[in-house]
């Protein structure tokens, strides 16, 4: 019995066809495109991005656990920051080979994790310093790309989800709500300490 056999010529075109659909025409390696502008890019940038929404939501989640008040501080804080550290970043021609995003996921982490106490004050600090370094790293990003626009998308998107996070740790009453929220912090500083022993290896 004869086995059934595929044209030479058909599977050629088939080959072809699977090539084709697998050639990219065009890629990006670290820049979002959305086709709706350099605002809503920036903010693609910063929802699509782990290295830099995670300590966002870790900050937002820790001021929230220190009360209303550094939450407010670190919503009004953290996206000024983040603009002023992305206007520097773009201004310069930096590489920076340190693995900023998995200190911030180790301190940040911690930090909620352990619910430990700071004073509004070191939050607040806590809040710039995060701004303008991860701020750089995105100023530096996008200079070729959506540029100030796309930092402002990232300041507007900012300051809604540290304000909706932070406010609804806030209001958190029963105790088993805030262990959870500690438990959150406690994977953030687990991913952190993985990539940095990524990095140092």
């Known amino acids: ?10 599977l050629t075109w088939i080959v072809a ?3 084709v659909l697998t050639c990219p025409s065009s890629s990006s390696a670290h820049l979002v495109t959305t086709g709706m502008g350099p605002v809503y890019d920036g903010i693609g940038h910063l929802l699509l991005t782990p290295e830099d ?12 656990l220190r ?22 970043g773009s201004a310069v021609n930096a590489a920076i080979s340190f693995p900023v995003s998995a200190v911030s996921f180790l301190i940040l982490g911690g930090l909620v994790a352990t619910d430990f106490f700071l004073p509004g004050a070191a939050v607040t ?4 310093a995060l701004g ?3 701020g750089f790293l995105n100023g530096a990003a996008l200079k070729d790309g959506a540029g100030t626009l796309g930092l402002v998308g990232i300041m507007t998107m900012l300051f809604v989800l540290v304000s909706l996070t932070s406010a ?34």
């Not at 929404?53 to 929230?64: C, D, F, T």
């Open 1 to 10: 019995m004869n086995r059934p056999t595929i044209n030479q010529g058909i």
């Open 53 to 64: 929404l995670v300590p966002v939501l870790a900050i937002a989640l820790y001021a929230g």
């Open 168 to 201: 609804l740790v806030a209001s958190i009453g029963k105790p088993w709500a805030r262990v959870a929220v500690r438990v959150a912090g406690s994977w953030i500083a687990a991913v952190g300490l993985l990539i940095f022993g990524w990095a140092v290896r």
């Open 67 to 88: 009360g209303t008040g550094a939450g407010r501080r670190t919503m009004f804080l953290l996206p000024f920051a983040w603009f002023i550290g992305g206007l520097a």
């Open 132 to 134: 303008l370094v991860h």
């Open 125 to 128: 600090i806590l809040a710039v």
């Open 17 to 19: 066809f699977i090539g």
